[in-house]
T-cell receptor
Framework: GDSVTQMEGPVTLSEEAFLTINCTYT??????LFWYVQYPGEGLQLLLK?????DKGSNKGFEATYRKETTSFHLEKGSVQVSDSAVYFC???????????FGKGITLSVRP | EPEVTQTPSHQVTQMGQEVILRCVPI?????FYWYRQILGQKVEFLVS????????KSEIFDDQFSVERPDGSNFTLKIRSTKLEDSAMYFC?????????FGPGTRLLVL
């Protein structure tokens, strides 16, 4: 069945550092790929998504590119801020109203 | 901005007791979902619900679980006889134009 694997955490960075969070997936066909973020005390929020190979999703300075050849959707940001401290989840879906299949999530802490 | 709300935020119950977790979806959203996350593990899909029927369910969603929309606004998840392994964070979600919108979750602890 479908699965999503994220790198182990937690991750601690200094403000303005470069961020990469790895995500790979196992699925047949062409799923849509997502990054969700969860701030303390809140629900999961969509950060960005990509629906086909080579698409790049971007939002709030974060980017991720749908790589079919490596089955990856790594999240990057050039300069993190303290306010980016949160839990980040990679996920995939097979259709508009289909379930989401999530990775384990990774906690990012950014120190001033 | 409209949001999904869930109650209670925390619930502690004894093994074998029934619990009902409540969700208020965003109005005019038609697809609803329940997910759970056991501590340290992945967020797992439980069930999806559309037009007052279950449209998909996972292997986790056995006879101990049920969902309903009793009054056209709330969307509930019932666990009939809780087990220790049901301890988890339970998330409700509703489908909007871009993605699923999640509530803040209910943390359930079964003792």
């Amino acid at each position: 069945g479908d699965s999503v694997t994220q790198m182990e955490g937690p991750v601690t960075l200094s403000e303005e550092a470069f961020l990469t969070i790895n995500c790979t997936y196992t699925a047949t066909g062409y799923p849509s790929l997502f990054w969700y973020v969860q701030y303390p005390g809140e629900g999961l929020q969509l950060l960005l998504k990509a629906t086909k190979a080579d698409d790049k999703g971007s939002n709030k300075g974060f980017e991720a590119t749908y790589r079919k050849e490596t089955t990856s959707f790594h999240l990057e940001k050039g300069s993190v801020q303290v306010s980016d401290s949160a839990v980040y989840f990679c996920a995939l879906s097979r259709g508009a109203n289909s379930k989401l299949t999530f990775g384990k999530g990774i906690t990012l802490s950014v120190r001033p | 901005e409209p949001e999904v709300t869930q109650t209670p935020s925390h619930q502690v119950t004894q093994m074998g007791q029934e619990v009902i977790l409540r969700c208020v979806p965003i109005s005019n959203h038609l697809y609803f979902y329940w997910y759970r996350q056991i501590l340290g593990q992945k967020v797992e899909f439980l069930v999806s619900f559309y037009n007052n029927e279950i449209s998909e369910k996972s292997e986790i969603f056995d006879d101990q679980f049920s969902v309903e929309r009793p009054d056209g606004s709330n969307f509930t998840l019932k666990i009939r006889s809780t087990k220790l392994e049901d301890s988890a964070m339970y998330f409700c979600a509703t489908l909007g134009p871009e993605t699923q919108y999640f509530g803040p979750g209910t943390r359930l602890l079964v003792l």
